[in-house]
């Protein structure tokens, strides 16, 4: 009787860790098609980037709304490790290179991840939901970085503040055609014209 109720939890364990892995196959795939520039994949481009079937697409993912959020959740991961890396150290004027360096690494990473949600948010509440969070958490790193920015006049708070959002990057990078290094540069120069003065 006991033995049957342990093959029975393999059974179920096996059937979980199964549809874990199917979905984290699916996410990997969703993935793979943001960088190649695919910025609202369909799940047929999905299932076929994963090696799988639509139907197990569908089995494993409710709608795109969950494929988002878990997508997002696995990015949050991966930009969480890079940033718990990374302390402020220096004076005002290192501790902006260090930020504005560590940011563009983690925004370049996540181009046209970014490029996906800023063209879709106002489609999916997750994505909306999502990107707002960023911002916010963004603005949380800023001023733990560079605390001399509570200072400042409101208006030149927002002003940096808007200069250190994602949008902004790919405003830079794509409408700007700026390289990594003159974006860098540029954020950098504005940084220091604000907190530097005198």
Do not use: C
Not at 26 to 40: F, S
Not at 158 to 178: F, K, P
């Amino acid at each position: 009787m006991q033995n049957t109720k342990i093959q029975k939890n393999f059974k179920q364990d096996g059937r979980r860790l199964r549809s874990l892995t199917s979905q984290t196959i699916i996410v990997d795939a969703l993935l793979v098609l943001l960088k190649r520039g695919i910025l609202e994949p369909t799940a047929q481009q999905i299932a076929n980037e994963a090696g799988i079937s639509i139907r197990t697409v569908f089995r494993q993912i409710e709608d795109i709304e969950t494929l988002f959020s878990k997508m997002n959740e696995k990015i949050k991961l991966s930009n969480k490790e890079m940033i718990d890396n990374f302390e402020p150290k220096g004076d005002l004027s290192q501790r902006i290179n260090g930020l504005i360096t560590l940011e563009a690494k983690i925004f370049e990473d996540n181009l046209q991840y970014i490029k996906s949600t800023l063209s879709l948010k106002f489609k999916y509440n997750v994505l909306q939901s999502n990107y707002l969070k960023v911002q916010k958490d963004l603005k949380f790193i800023l001023y733990k970085w560079l605390p001399e920015i509570k200072d400042l006049d409101n208006s030149y708070q927002t002003h940096l503040n808007s200069i250190n959002s994602t949008g902004y990057w790919v405003e830079l990078r794509e409408t700007q055609m700026l390289s990594v290094d003159e974006a860098i540069e540029l954020k950098i120069n504005v940084f220091k014209n604000l907190l530097l003065k005198d």
